[in-house]
């Protein structure tokens, strides 16, 4: 089992940046593969991005690529998200999400087995 705690949101104007940080519980951090997802106000959990166990393989949705970084340190196990020139529809509670079952390609909710509380990041115009 792992635990998740996400940190670093809060309001940021458009055009700015912001990190996030996950730490997780454990000491097999590094067995398993990591991701964000997003959920805004009246819309469904939304794909992010993901990072492989390893920090080899990632993937973004497409509304972020270009913009967001996702990272990882497994010996302070915990995975990052570095999100720069936010956009207002950025706004959402983020959460990251831990697995550790082989991925295809890890973009679906039901693909992930932990999840954090999440963290709120409001952009504003």
């Known amino acids: 089992q792992v635990q998740l705690v996400e940190s670093g949101g809060g309001l940021v104007q458009a055009g700015g940046s912001l990190r996030l940080s996950c730490a997780a519980s454990?000491?097999?951090?590094?067995?398993?593969?990591m991701g964000w997802f997003r959920q805004a106000p009246g819309k469904e959990r939304a794909f992010v991005t993901t990072?492989?166990?390893?920090?080899?393989?990632?993937d973004y949705a497409d509304s972020v690529k270009g913009r967001f970084t996702i990272s990882r340190d497994n010996a302070e196990n915990t995975v990052y998200l570095q999100m720069n020139n936010v956009k207002p529809e950025d706004t959402a509670v983020y959460h990251c999400?831990?697995?550790?079952?082989?991925?295809?390609?890890?973009?679906?909710?039901?693909?992930?087995?932990?999840w954090g509380q999440g963290t709120q990041v409001t952009v504003s115009s």
């Open positions: 990072i492989s166990s390893s920090g080899g393989r990632t």
């Open positions: 454990g000491r097999t951090f590094s067995w398993y593969a």
């Open positions: 999400a831990a697995t550790r079952r082989p991925l295809a390609r890890g973009v679906e909710s039901y693909d992930y087995d932990y």
